[in-house]
């Protein structure tokens, strides 16, 4: 039996991934290491909990007494767990050093001692490049990471390659651009229009809305991160993009649009600091590796929205009753309001 280890398989990618990994790959056994932060939940493993190649295991990836033995264990890591949020990153970064770059560098420590290791898998992002005014990035572009949060990511991406290149860790660094789908929380764009919408909230969006993000579906990451499980080369680095880049105007209209809401529940609000205006991926390296995205772009945000709007279930408790929801509300659009 293959074992993978997944950290961070309680958030958004992670959980997804841990269903993908699951139903693709029925010899493998997967253990899931996630702290259950704010963003990390139960809920979004709600049936593959009981599925005897599932090991779910309540820890912090900064604790190497914990990680360590989990490391030492696998074949496969693909290391996701991260405080993620670049809004939260503006108000207080600790954590966010912390965990991205403290806590892969105790899985890295980790990995130099794993036996049976072929594959580490090192959760990088687009936002490492920082704002990029024209063309796309490719892997070889410098990083200028603009905020706390790409920052920790780059700094945590360089690391995990240094272990490659100084202790031969088999690592792969792969950048994703902006990734939509179910169980997504509901304080990042996607989640928190289509809800607020559903209950007639005005939808806050940042400047002039003239932003250009990538959307990438989690499915479609979920394969590419499988692809080079298998056939990448360790030491390398691998963009991930879905090549639907969308201002955020634009993306809202869709969601008004798929929701039947009036523009009159645009709300413009003041601009995120520092924010980076374009993200662009070239993923040419990825798709002469065979990997293309499958989910078109309108269906997987028609199929987006309407997963939100019949499950209640899992966004209405966070909204409405976790206390550390709505402090970051507050704190985050209470000013801006
Ligand atoms: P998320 O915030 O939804 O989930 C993060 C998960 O990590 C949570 O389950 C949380 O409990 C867990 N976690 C946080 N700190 C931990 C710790 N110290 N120990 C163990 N677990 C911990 O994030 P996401 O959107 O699913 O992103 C996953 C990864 O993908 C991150 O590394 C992120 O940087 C990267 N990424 C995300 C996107 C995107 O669009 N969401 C795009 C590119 C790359
Ligand atoms: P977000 O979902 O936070 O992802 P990221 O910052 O990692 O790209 O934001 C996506 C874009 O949407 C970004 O340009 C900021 C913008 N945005 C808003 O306009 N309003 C919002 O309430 C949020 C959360 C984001």
Same mark, same amino acid.
Request: charged fraction near 25%; hydrophobic fraction near 35%.
């Given at each position: 039996?293959?074992?993978?280890?997944?950290?961070?398989?309680?958030?958004?990618?992670?959980?997804?991934?841990?269903?993908?990994?699951?139903?693709?790959?029925?010899?493998?056994?997967?253990?899931?290491?996630?702290?259950?932060?704010?963003?990390?939940?139960?809920?979004?493993?709600?049936?593959?909990?009981?599925?005897?190649?599932?090991?779910?295991?309540?820890?912090?990836?900064?604790? +190497?007494?914990? $990680? *360590?033995?989990?490391?030492? #264990?696998?074949? &496969?890591?693909?290391?996701?767990?991260?405080?993620?949020? !670049?809004?939260?990153?503006?108000?207080?970064?600790?954590?966010?050093?912390?965990?991205?770059?403290?806590?892969?560098?105790?899985?890295?420590?980790?990995?130099?001692?794993?036996?049976?290791?072929?594959?580490?898998?090192?959760?990088?992002?687009?936002?490492?490049?920082?704002?990029?005014?024209?063309?796309?990035?490719?892997?070889?572009?410098?990083?200028?990471?603009?905020?706390?949060?790409? +920052?920790?990511? $780059? *700094?945590?991406?360089?690391? #995990?390659?240094? &272990?490659?290149?100084?202790?031969?860790?088999?690592?792969? !660094?792969?950048?994703?651009?902006?990734?939509?789908?179910?169980?997504?929380?509901?304080?990042?764009?996607?989640?928190?229009?289509?809800?607020?919408?559903?209950?007639?909230?005005?939808?806050?969006?940042?400047?002039?809305?003239?932003?250009?993000?990538?959307?990438?579906?989690?499915?479609?990451?979920?394969?590419?991160?499988?692809?080079?499980?298998?056939?990448?080369?360790?030491?390398?680095?691998?963009?991930?993009? *879905?090549?639907?880049?969308?201002?955020?105007?634009?993306?809202?209209?869709?969601?008004?649009?798929?929701?039947?809401?009036?523009?009159?529940?645009?709300?413009?609000?003041?601009?995120?600091?520092?924010?980076?205006?374009?993200?662009?991926?070239?993923?040419?390296?990825?798709?002469?590796?065979?990997?293309?995205?499958?989910?078109?772009?309108?269906?997987?945000?028609?199929?987006?929205?309407?997963?939100?709007?019949?499950?209640?279930?899992?966004?209405?408790?966070?909204?409405?009753?976790?206390?550390?929801?709505?402090?970051?509300?507050?704190?985050?659009?209470?000013?801006?309001?």
């Amino acid at each position: 039996m293959i074992k993978l280890l997944v950290t961070g398989g309680a958030g958004f990618i992670g959980s997804n991934f841990v269903r993908y990994a699951l139903h693709a790959h029925p010899d493998w056994h997967v253990t899931n290491l996630d702290k259950l932060t704010y963003a990390g939940r139960r809920e979004n493993l709600h049936d593959v909990m009981d599925n005897p190649r599932h090991t779910f295991v309540h820890g912090d990836i900064c604790d +190497a007494a914990v $990680a *360590g033995p989990l490391v030492e #264990a696998a074949h &496969y890591v693909v290391h996701f767990a991260a405080e993620t949020h !670049v809004d939260r990153s503006i108000m207080a970064a600790g954590d966010f050093i912390k965990t991205d770059v403290e806590g892969s560098f105790v899985l890295l420590e980790a990995a130099r001692r794993s036996p049976n290791l072929k594959r580490f898998v090192q959760i990088s992002t687009d936002e490492v490049y920082g704002s990029v005014p024209e063309g796309s990035s490719v892997e070889t572009d410098e990083l200028k990471p603009r905020n706390p949060y790409a +920052a920790s990511k $780059a *700094g945590a991406d360089r690391l #995990a390659y240094s &272990y490659w290149a100084t202790h031969d860790v088999p690592v792969i !660094v792969t950048r994703a651009s902006n990734n939509y789908g179910p169980y997504q929380f509901p304080e990042k764009i996607l989640p928190l229009f289509v809800t607020n919408l559903m209950d007639n909230i005005p939808v806050p969006l940042y400047g002039d809305g003239g932003n250009i993000r990538d959307w990438l579906h989690v499915l479609d990451h979920c394969r590419g991160i499988d692809l080079l499980l298998h056939s990448g080369v360790n030491g390398e680095v691998y963009n991930i993009g *879905g090549g639907n880049e969308v201002k955020n105007i634009d993306l809202t209209h869709r969601v008004l649009k798929l929701s039947n809401k009036g523009t009159e529940l645009i709300k413009p609000v003041q601009d995120r600091k520092g924010h980076d205006r374009r993200y662009s991926l070239s993923s040419a390296k990825l798709k002469a590796m065979g990997w293309a995205p499958q989910v078109p772009f309108e269906q997987g945000l028609a199929e987006t929205v309407a997963w939100y709007q019949q499950n209640e279930w899992w966004w209405r408790p966070i909204k409405e009753r976790d206390p550390n929801y709505r402090a970051y509300m507050d704190a985050q659009y209470g000013k801006r309001g």
